[in-house]
């Protein structure tokens, strides 16, 4: 007859054969140890207890089974046999014929032992023994690989064999002793020592996976990431290039977690041959040092303020995108540090900048250097009738190695009235007054050359700018089954003085400007604070929107503006320029989850051609995934660029094949050349126990030193062995 769960040994000995000594040398100051079997004798001459039929023990998160289980009190150690299973408080699960362990289950010896690991990884061994946290395997042999349906006496994909495996608990390291890596079965690799950490870690020194790679310019290249724990909050990633045409490159990133915040730093050096162009004449300049420095943080000072930094600088223009490395398809490299506070309804910032140009047309003597950029913004409590006053303050210093610098001093104060009437139309009036004042040097008035080489003046300028804006909006909702429709007409009207942009004011932070449905409304449309958005004009529009019960949604809108003065401070082909400006919109439909489409347009007045042509598509199935990007640029719309008409498609599809394989593809056509900028595509192999993804890409770009170039990339990853994801 089955016993009943009993409160451990104690139980057992005092409510049938054990005196008390017995229970007290059992289980001194530990936890209490529950046991059931279908019988139970205990011989008191030889202080023997035999538990028979079910053995279950069990104390802490540790459970032994068996069909047998012998307790020798005077020797304080059990036997078990059997059908034998030992469950450990990490989730670890080993299987054995013969099992002899002390009482507190800690220590022993094992025969015939087959191990289940918490991550489901397998180790089997012909005899084992554990002492303390450590257990020791002869003849051992590990895989993560689940084994094979069909025959699972098959060869796993691979697995370690090795004469001796160390496997500390505490540490939570596997250590290998004259091991051999095969792989479905032949031994491809030896080692006399080798190591990783158990299932149970998430950091641990280490190799990471290896990369291979081939490209045109530096031929066959390797790479085998070192990852370095030297801290519970700190750690060190050593990447080492081996290249076959050019020298060794040495990089790494180094990462940091504090009290208050985190950092980390990247970079890498290499001396190498660099290529340069000057005017026409081509020469190569030997052993030079290359290399990046990229470094960001964060860090809170206290409850409302915080303070970091992202400092991104390369040798030379051409280094990130020949060695393949991040951002290697920017532009510029931008640097940035900062402290920002926040504080009920204000906000202060102080910031500084730096900027890399990466064309070769970039001039990087003449890139701007803003320290400081210091900004303060307030907006106050909602008052009578809702009504609200907002602050915003502006200084900044601007200068340059060769060209212009300037000062400016910046204040506004604003009013703002809303208002929503009892049918439903929503109404908003906005007053303010914005006074700027300049010191600048080397400014050539006739046109906005940073590093003019003609007449230049300098001198103090300023402007006071008030502004009147009123919008007005009325939204019609009408609801049918599944959905809702709200038409919404919309209307702006903006009051200034014609004036204010004095020649003598530089263009520094006004540049980059899009007339887009995004500012068509907007009160001032520039992105900075160089230029003003002076004038009357009138803004008007609509927006049509459609929401679905499910969740899904889709929206048009369009709009247009009229200016009523001619002299305002939009340069040629901005869309503004006329009195009646281009027309803007936009298309948006998300019916579900799996779609997303965005198309933005403007289209000249006159003649209704379309200037600029903006889709995004994205298509997302689960199994799928595919996204396209087209764009569009009318060679006489000016959006802050020097590239006249630009016409490029993009796109990217990832389709999983099944549980193991995935495809992925690439490209970048540039329609107005007809030129092929970029492509490739690859494939990814992943099971339970490795990761194996094969990709290669072309690339058309030219630069001077880069021609175009084809490359390959092979990643192979096999699980515990290393992992290229360590969260800090």
């Not at 006739?446 to 009147?468: K, L, V, Y």
């Not at 002299?567 to 989850?593: K, M």
Request: negative net charge; hydrophobic residues 35%.
């Amino acid at each position: 007859m089955r016993e009943r769960w009993l409160r451990g040994w104690i139980l057992v000995a005092a409510l049938f054969w054990a005196p008390a000594s017995f229970a007290q040398d059992l289980t001194p100051s530990k936890a209490p140890v529950l046991i059931t079997a279908d019988q139970v004798t205990y011989d008191r001459d030889l202080g023997v207890v035999v538990a028979s039929g079910h053995v279950e023990v069990s104390q802490d998160n540790r459970v032994l089974k068996a069909d047998t289980l012998t307790y020798n009190e005077r020797q304080k150690t059990v036997n078990a046999t059997g059908n034998v299973a030992l469950v450990d408080n990490s989730g670890n699960v080993a299987f054995a014929d013969y099992m002899e362990l002390t009482d507190d289950l800690k220590s022993g010896v094992i025969q015939n032992i087959r191990m289940l690991l918490a991550d489901k990884s397998r180790m089997a061994a012909a005899s084992g023994r554990r002492v303390g946290p450590v257990d020791e395997l002869t003849k051992a042999i590990y895989s993560p690989c689940k084994p094979c349906a069909a025959d699972p006496l098959r060869p796993p994909l691979w697995q370690l064999k090795a004469d001796r495996v160390v496997h500390d608990n505490s540490e939570h390291t596997i250590v290998y002793h004259n091991a051999w890596m095969e792989i479905f079965g032949l031994p491809i690799f030896y080692t006399p020592y080798f190591s990783h950490p158990d299932p149970t870690v998430k950091r641990k020194s280490g190799f990471l996976p290896p990369r291979f790679s081939t490209s045109d310019a530096l031929g066959v290249q390797f790479q085998l990431p070192y990852y370095w724990v030297t801290g519970p909050d700190t750690d060190l990633t050593i990447d080492p290039i081996i290249a076959t045409k050019a020298n060794p490159v040495l990089s790494g990133q180094f990462r940091q977690r504090l009290e208050n915040g985190k950092f980390k730093i990247s970079g890498s050096a290499t001396v190498s041959d660099r290529t340069i162009t000057d005017n026409g004449v081509t020469t190569t300049v030997s052993d030079q040092l290359r290399g990046h420095v990229f470094t960001d943080g964060q860090f809170d000072l206290n409850a409302n303020w915080r303070t970091g930094f992202d400092i991104n600088r390369a040798s030379d223009k051409d280094y990130l995108r020949l060695y393949g490395f991040p951002n290697n398809f920017n532009r510029s490299l931008d640097s940035t540090a900062y402290v920002e506070g926040f504080d009920g309804r204000s906000f202060a910032s102080a910031r500084a900048y730096s900027f890399q140009g990466l064309r070769d047309s970039d001039v990087n003597s003449q890139a701007p250097i803003v320290a400081p950029l210091l900004d303060y913004s307030l907006v106050s409590n909602p008052g009578p009738a809702g009504a609200y006053w907002t602050i915003d303050a502006n200084a900044m210093a601007l200068s340059r190695v060769e060209g212009r610098e300037s000062r400016r001093l910046s204040a506004k104060i604003g009013w703002t009235l809303p208002y929503t009437a009892p049918a439903g139309d929503i109404y908003k009036l906005t007053a303010s007054l914005r006074a700027d004042g300049y010191w600048v040097n080397g400014v050539d008035p006739s046109s906005n050359d940073p590093a003019p080489t003609g007449n230049t003046e300098s001198g103090f300028a300023g402007r006071f700018f008030p502004q009147i804006t009123f919008d007005w909006r009325y939204p019609f909702v009408r609801r049918a089954a599944g959905m809702s429709q709200v038409f919404e007409p919309i209307f702006s009207a903006s009051i200034a003085p014609s004036g204010g942009n004095a020649s003598l004011i530089p263009n520094e932070d006004s540049l980059d400007f899009q007339f887009d449905e995004t500012n068509l409304f907007a009160a001032d449309r520039f992105t900075g604070l160089d230029r003003v958005d002076n004038g009357q004009r009138v803004s008007y529009g609509f927006k049509y929107s459609i929401y679905g019960n499910g969740g899904g949604h889709s929206s048009l809108m369009l709009g247009q503006s009229y200016q009523f003065n001619d002299n305002n401070a939009f340069t040629a082909g901005a869309g503004q320029t006329r009195q009646l400006s281009d027309i803007v919109g936009a298309l948006e439909v998300s019916p579900s989850s799996f779609l997303d489409l965005l198309y933005r347009f403007q289209i000249q007045t006159q003649t209704l051609s379309f200037l600029r042509q903006e889709l995004g598509l994205h298509v997302y199935t689960g199994r799928f995934d595919v996204g396209i990007d087209y764009a569009f640029l009318d060679g006489s719309i000016n959006d802050g660029s020097t590239f006249g008409q630009q016409q490029e498609f993009t796109a990217f599809a990832r389709a999983q094949i099944d549980e193991n394989w995935s495809l992925f593809a690439r490209g970048r056509q540039d329609l107005a050349s007809n030129q092929t900028l970029e492509y490739g595509g690859g494939v990814t192999y992943q099971n339970e126990c490795i990761t194996l993804q094969l990709a290669g890409s072309r690339s058309n770009y030219s630069t001077e030193e880069i021609t175009p170039d084809t490359r390959f990339l092979l990643i192979i990853s096999f699980k515990n062995l290393g992992d290229s994801n360590i969260a800090l």
